[in-house]
């Protein structure tokens, strides 16, 4: 693995050294369309968390300059695996599909198959597909995904496998191309990396220390995709609460939004993932005051019990973490809340479970991820000892579900009756006289429209909860 920063070009060199292997690349795939006498088809397939999603609309990007079209599975002449390892079950899954994918290519053989992502930042990952999976033709990580139509020159013009892992990286390149999935809202990275090292998690090893992206080029990309057709965008970063700490000129989360807030045409802000240690009341006002800021934080608890959020290293306590939910809650009454909670983290007894299930109880939260303890080989956590068996781990997880379910339903149920502001997103993919949209928390809305209303925010009647969605109606509007 090579801990080397890439070149020494600058962030536009690069850019402008990428576009120019992406000409590389069309003549390639236009030579081998000739030859096969059809257009070549790709399939990505993305595992995880927004960021990767959020990358994989840069391969897509790559991809459909360079020629090739989307294939409708992985039946494809260039199939990439986007991995995630925040769990082990994530791990197990890719090496599954490849199974499957190896199969595919005996029919193919020119088909070309690329893994990157967090996975690949393991160093025993690639050792093993280097000794089993040699069908692979291109892996790479996560720091150096701006040069995937170099990476993909490379692989088109070899016949072995092609590693290019590194360790980290301090360049951040601007302005590739990206295909988005949808037409009407975007993820947009304001930072990478993460420095917290909470002792269960494998982020930091894997996407490397925080770098904050400079708040013009911020501005600039959100600029240009409102006049794209964008009226959504969601602030993408491991831990937006401590954006821009360490540029040059620094600037705090809040500032950022306020001025994300004044982009004229656009419509709704979202963000991920806010760290408790980091909420400031600064960020509570601007959430407040910035009108276009979804009323919703995703604020992850991970643990209740304030002796294993010690040890998860979170610097938080449960005391701690209520204040911020009654501050939350004081200055934006009607906010909506989510969280993401571990159980079975090792050491963790029966009435440290309790305390979780007491902030469940207590914060009752709109929606909320529940995971089983996943060891992660690195992290401080997978070699303590206490590890919890999994049986006990199961029975406290089931119960937490439960909880969690009975709570978001009850949640979901109250705002029956309510009126509350929708983005019409979309026609509904069943019945054309329907619109989709979604409420500030996320929740999907049907009422009765047309696609003119698509990317407006309209006052809706929910006229009925149905679990996981609701039926509505416009009132009046805006
Ligand atoms: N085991 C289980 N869940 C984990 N997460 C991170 N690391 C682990 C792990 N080792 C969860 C955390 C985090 C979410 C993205 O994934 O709850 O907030
Ligand atoms: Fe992992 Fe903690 Fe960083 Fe989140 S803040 S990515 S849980 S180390």
Redesign the pocket.
């Known amino acids: 693995m090579r801990d080397f920063e890439g070149t020494n070009l600058t962030g536009k060199e690069e850019a402008q050294l990428q576009y120019e292997y992406l000409e590389k690349a069309k003549a390639y795939v236009a030579a081998k369309e000739q030859e096969k006498g059809r257009k070549l088809t790709y399939c990505v397939q993305t595992f995880g ?1 927004q960021m990767n999603a959020r990358d994989s609309e840069k391969l897509v990007g790559i991809l459909e300059q360079a020629g090739y079209v989307e294939a409708e599975d992985e039946h494809a002449d260039f199939v990439i695996y986007n991995t995630c390892t ?2 082990e079950n994530a791990n197990n899954k890719v090496y599954g599909r490849l199974g499957y994918l190896s199969n595919y290519k005996k029919k193919n053989p020119d088909m070309m198959i690329t893994l990157c992502g967090c996975m690949m930042q393991e160093p025993e990952v690639v050792e093993k597909l280097k000794k089993s999976y040699r069908f692979v033709n291109l892996v790479f990580g996560t720091h150096n995904i701006y040069k995937f139509a170099e990476l993909l020159c490379r692989a088109l013009e070899s016949d072995s496998m092609i590693v290019d892992i590194w360790k980290d990286t301090d360049k951040i390149v601007e302005d590739l191309p990206v295909k988005r999935k949808f037409s009407f809202k975007s993820g947009v990275n304001i930072m990478f990396g993460c420095n917290n090292f909470c002792s ?4 930091p090893y894997v996407r490397g220390r925080e770098r904050s992206r400079e708040p013009q080029d911020i501005i600039r990309e959100i600029e240009g995709l409102v006049k794209d057709g964008v009226c959504e965008i969601m602030l993408l970063g491991q831990n937006v609460n401590s954006y821009g700490k360490n540029l040059e000129q620094p600037i705090t989360f809040a500032e950022l939004l306020r001025e994300v807030d004044k982009i004229e045409g656009l419509k709704r802000i979202r963000f991920m ?1 806010s760290h408790p240690k980091d909420l400031s009341d600064d960020l509570i006002l601007a959430m407040k005051e910035c009108k276009k800021v979804c009323k919703h934080m995703h604020l ?1 608890l ?1 643990s209740g019990s304030s002796r294993i959020l010690k040890i998860m290293n979170r610097h938080y306590n449960k005391e701690r973490y209520l204040e911020l939910v009654d501050k939350l809650r004081k200055e934006i009454p009607d906010i909506a809340l989510t969280t ?3 159980v079975g983290f090792p050491g963790e007894t029966e009435e440290d479970f309790l305390e979780t299930m007491d902030v469940v109880k207590k914060v009752g939260y709109d929606s909320a ?1 529940t ?6 080989t690195g ?1 401080p ?1 997978a070699s303590m000892e206490n590890q919890i068996p999994a049986d006990v781990v199961k029975d406290r997880f089931d119960r937490l579900l439960k909880e969690v379910q009975t709570i978001a339903t009850d949640k979901a149920m109250a705002l029956e009756g309510k009126v509350m502001n929708v983005l019409a997103e979309e026609l509904n993919e069943q019945d054309a006289s329907l619109i989709t949209g979604r409420l500030d928390n996320n929740s999907v809305v049907h009422f009765p429209g047309n696609k003119d209303m698509i990317g407006q925010i309209y006052p809706v009647l929910l006229k009925e909860c149905k679990g996981f969605y609701y039926l509505g109606e416009v009132v009046s509007n805006e």
Do not use: L, N
């Open positions: 968390c925040v769990r269960y998690c494998i982020v993932t992850p991970q993401d909670i571990i991820f995971f089983i303890y996943s060891k992660r992290t956590a």
